[in-house]
Structures are given as structure tokens and as C-alpha cells.
């Protein structure tokens, strides 16, 4: 499937969704139709059971600005999906695994579109900001509540208050970036990472990125209760079952998502 209407296009491709947001005469900035699409684009993903992993990314060399504000002035409405928040995913992203792919820059909600997904592919020339205090604004779409999880509290704060980028290879080494490519690549990069989630029992995928996600905010003395219904049922499974006879009989598994 394509959608090239209003600037944002959709494929899927071997259990993927890809969606590119293709608006470079106002570097991919979002409004709120593009918020719509994406967001549509992020229910498939979470409704199909062929669907699996989703990719996101910007056309023409760089990943997103953000917010359109030449589309904000006109018409005064701001780029916030219902159900999924602002940008399409920023407030409640899939439940699905989700990778961005950077090329160029990821600026203010460009950045938070970003931090929303849960793993990040950049090439080494890309660079990120939340360059909002510059402007009198918070990072609200996000970008201050994510930040401090993925980096050190203080290194989140310093970019959060100066609003300066930093490089794909410092956000490497604090842990925000997954992988490195060359400039041209990270699409590529982030598909082949796809792939390989896409390879994995879909009950699996899920149920550990929700284990990930929620037991953050768990008590240590409590994890192991909590996690247990979800591991369970994921246990109980036909695809736990169809992964134990596949590693016997040394052959590839052939998952069902039951």
C-alpha cells in the first residue's frame, strides 16, 4: 500500500510498515493532516497480524522539523492526532516495536517523533535538538519527559535548556542511538533491523516490549509478580510451542501469533 496524499507515504514490505514523511519544501514538518496519516498508519500496524514492526523516516535527506508552523499560522490548528497525540505518536505510540531512521536533522518535534519511537537508526551526519527554549517554548510533545530516560539526567537537561544539537555519534554514545550508518544509509539500517524483529514470535515482540515499557515504575520487590500473567500467556502460547520443536527439529519456526 502507498498513500502519497499530504505528503506522508506508507508501504509495507515483508511484515513492516514504512512511513516516510515526504514534505521536504518545509523539512518534513507535520501538520495535522500528515499527524492523521501517521497515526493511521500506526493503527494498522496494531491492529493487522501480518503487520510486525514499524519503520519511520523523512524524505529528501533529513528526518523532520517537527511542527509546520506555516500551517499552524493559516489555520490554527496544531499537528495532534486523536488517540495518538502529537506528530501521529508522541503520546501514545504503537504497541508494536517502532524504528526511527535519521537522516539529516532531527530538530524540536522532529527530535520527539524520534524519542517516541524505541529504537533509533542514524547516520553519522544527522544531528539532534530541542531547540524550543530558543523560541519560548517546552518541548512538550515528549521531548523533556523522554529525554532524561534515554540519557543521563543531566546531558537531557543541558540540551533541553540551551537548545543546541548535538551529533549522531554523541547521542550514540550516550545510549540514544542504536546504530550508526554512513549518510544515505540508515533507512536500510533500520529495515535490516526490522527484518530481525520480524523474524522473532510476534506474542514475544510485543509482550517484552510492554514488559520493558511498564516495569519501569514497578517496585523491585514486585517485578516478578507483575510480569508473570503477561509471561505466562506468552508461555502458554502455540508460537512458545512451535519455537521449542523448531529448535529441536533445527529448523526455522513458523509463527502463527498465537
Given at each position: 500500500m502507498t498513500d502519497g496524499g499530504q505528503g506522508i507515504r506508507v508501504k509495507h514490505r515483508d511484515g513492516t510498515v514504512i512511513v516516510t514523511i515526504d514534505r521536504p519544501a518545509v523539512r518534513n514538518a507535520v501538520d495535522l493532516e500528515s499527524a492523521r496519516r501517521i497515526a493511521a498508519a500506526l493503527d494498522e500496524l496494531d491492529r493487522r497480524e501480518d503487520l510486525l514492526v514499524g519503520v519511520i523516516t523523512g524524505a529528501g535527506g533529513g528526518f523532520s522539523a517537527g511542527m509546520d508552523l506555516k500551517a499552524l499560522a493559516a489555520t490554527g490548528e496544531r499537528p495532534v492526532a486523536p488517540g495518538r497525540g502529537p506528530f501521529g505518536l508522541c503520546a501514545r505510540p504503537p504497541d508494536k516495536p517502532l524504528?526511527?531512521?535519521?537522516?539529516?536533522?532531527?530538530?524540536?518535534?522532529?527530535f520527539e517523533i524520534a524519542l517516541a519511537c524505541d529504537c533509533?537508526?542514524?547516520?553519522?551526519?544527522?544531528?539532534?535538538?530541542?531547540?524550543e527554549v530558543k523560541r519560548g517554548l517546552v518541548a512538550a510533545a515528549?521531548?523533556?519527559l523522554r529525554l532524561p530516560a534515554r540519557i543521563p539526567r543531566n546531558v537531557a537537561l543541558e540540551m533541553a535548556i540551551t537548545g543546541e544539537p548535538i551529533g549522531a555519534a554523541r547521542a550514540y554514545e550516550l545510549g540514544l542511538v542504536n546504530r550508526l550508518t554512513a549518510p544515505g544509509g540508515a533507512l536500510d539500517a533500520a529495515l535490516e533491523m526490522a527484518a530481525q524483529v520480524a523474524a522473532n514470535a510476534p506474542l514475544a515482540v510485543r509482550a517484552t516490549k510492554s514488559l520493558v515499557e511498564s516495569s519501569a515504575n514497578w517496585p523491585p520487590e514486585q517485578m516478578f509478580?507483575?510480569?508473570?500473567?503477561?509471561v505466562q500467556s506468552v508461555r502458554e502460547s502455540a508460537d512458545a510451542a512451535e519455537g521449542t520443536r523448531a529448535f529441536v527439529e533445527k529448523r526455522p519456526p513458523r509463527w502463527t501469533g498465537k
Open positions: 524504528i526511527a531512521a535519521v537522516e539529516g536533522t532531527a530538530f524540536g518535534g522532529g533509533v537508526v542514524a547516520a553519522r551526519d544527522s544531528l539532534f535538538a530541542l531547540p515528549g521531548g523533556v509478580d507483575h510480569q508473570q500473567p503477561l
